[in-house]
């Protein structure tokens, strides 16, 4: 449909993680609330070994962590045709599925959790300040209930 507001979500699973057709949805309803259309981004599933190595190369933390943004917009605002490219978003799906059985909920929650929180990361959110934190993670719970993935 000419004129039509898309957005445009890749998954790239790895063969890490087949359980994810719900994040689409999940990620588009993110995407409203924030009122972003015309966007692009790509959400990667890694392992151990490659969110160690992308954590110490990029951050200098050396050690696994969960999930790691890049946002493409922290340095201009990227468009292409009037497309923004917002970045890339690496989850690590061991630790994903360690902090579900930590957190005492399902992978579907964690996963979900992860994937919305990377992406406000690439919408510009942050939680370096304790308000910051709050409103970040108010934003999360609001998304993730709306979309009935709950703890």
Same mark, same amino acid.
Do not use: W
């Given at each position: 449909? +000419?004129?039509?507001?898309?957005?445009?979500?890749?998954?790239?699973?790895?063969? =890490?993680?087949?359980?994810?057709?719900?994040?689409?949805?999940?990620?588009?309803?993110?995407?409203?609330?924030?009122?972003?259309?015309?966007?692009? *981004?790509?959400?990667? *599933?890694?392992?151990?070994?490659?969110?160690?190595?992308?954590?110490?190369?990029?951050?200098? +933390?050396?050690?696994?962590?969960?999930?790691?943004? *890049?946002?493409?917009?922290?340095?201009?605002?990227?468009?292409?045709?009037?497309?923004?490219? =917002?970045?890339?978003?690496?989850?690590?799906?061991?630790?994903?599925?360690?902090?579900?059985?930590?957190?005492?909920?399902?992978?579907?929650?964690?996963?979900? *959790?992860?994937?919305?929180?990377?992406? =406000?990361? =690439?919408?510009?959110?942050?939680?370096?300040? $304790?308000?910051?934190? $709050?409103?970040?993670?108010?934003?999360?719970?609001?998304?993730?209930?709306?979309?009935?993935?709950?703890?």
């Amino acid at each position: 449909m +000419v004129g039509e507001i898309m957005n445009d979500i890749t998954i790239v699973d790895n063969d =890490l993680y087949k359980d994810y057709d719900y994040l689409e949805d999940v990620l588009e309803y993110t995407l409203k609330h924030e009122k972003v259309t015309n966007a692009i *981004f790509s959400i990667v *599933f890694v392992d151990d070994e490659e969110i160690h190595r992308i954590n110490r190369e990029y951050r200098n +933390v050396d050690r696994v962590t969960d999930v790691i943004s *890049f946002a493409f917009e922290d340095n201009q605002d990227v468009r292409y045709n009037n497309i923004r490219i =917002l970045g890339d978003i690496y989850i690590c799906i061991p630790q994903m599925k360690r902090q579900a059985v930590s957190f005492g909920h399902s992978e579907k929650r964690e996963l979900a *959790f992860l994937s919305v929180h990377g992406l =406000l990361h =690439l919408l510009g959110y942050d939680h370096m300040t $304790k308000d910051e934190e $709050k409103k970040m993670f108010e934003l999360q719970e609001l998304i993730l209930n709306a979309k009935n993935i709950k703890r």
